[in-house]
């Protein structure tokens, strides 16, 4: 079992906005999707899976911003703008957050990837698992123990 060096803390790019990681992360993803390639202004958006009790703001207050929606609430820093963390709707027992909000952003590599039916050609992340969409409802336990269990 990997040590996640916990709790953690991090933060927006100009710091206005703080948070805690007091969990280890369920899983650690990156996403393909076109949404998250415009959002992150990247090939791909990195996320860990934070269950809820694990993940707190510690500073600043985040504001919704992104893709508005019922399925997801993609929280931003409001002063540098910074996509931080995202609450998908009826999922309130984990946080997605960005792990390159944290300090130690290197220990958090992706374990899947989704949505590799929108990945732009030259993107590589090294994920054990790959999906051309999400994986199935019934993987993610599988997956999870799988990941805990994996060194990265």
């Given at each position: 079992?990997?040590?996640?060096?916990?709790?953690?803390?991090?933060?927006c790019r100009c710091g206005a906005v703080r948070v805690r990681v007091s969990a280890a992360?369920?899983?650690?993803?990156?996403?393909?999707?076109?949404?998250?390639?415009?959002?992150?202004?990247?090939?791909?958006?990195?996320?860990?899976?934070?269950?809820?009790?694990?993940?707190?703001?510690?500073?600043?207050?985040?504001?919704?911003?992104?893709?508005?929606?019922?399925?997801?609430?993609?929280?931003?820093?409001?002063?540098?703008?910074?996509?931080?963390?995202?609450?998908?709707?009826?999922?309130?027992?984990?946080?997605?957050?960005?792990?390159?909000?944290?300090?130690?952003?290197?220990?958090?590599?992706?374990?899947?990837?989704?949505?590799?039916?929108?990945?732009?050609?030259?993107?590589?992340t090294g994920a054990v698992h790959s999906y051309e969409a999400l994986p199935p409802l019934?993987?993610?336990?599988?997956?999870?123990?799988?990941?805990?269990?994996?060194?990265?």
């Open positions: 079992m990997r040590d996640w060096k916990l709790p953690r803390e991090g933060g992360p369920l899983v650690t993803m990156a996403c393909h999707c076109t949404g998250c390639q415009r959002m992150s202004s990247s090939a791909f958006s990195l996320s860990a899976a934070i269950p809820a009790q694990g993940f707190e703001v510690i500073e600043g207050e985040p504001v919704l911003g992104g893709r508005r929606g019922p399925e997801a609430h993609h929280y931003f820093c409001p002063h540098c703008m910074t996509w931080m963390f995202t609450r998908p709707e009826g999922m309130d027992w984990f946080v997605n957050l960005r792990p390159t909000m944290l300090d130690g952003a290197e220990d958090f590599a992706p374990f899947i990837e989704t949505w590799t039916s929108e990945k732009l050609a030259f993107a590589q019934d993987a993610y336990e599988g997956l999870m123990k799988e990941f805990a269990a994996w060194e990265g």
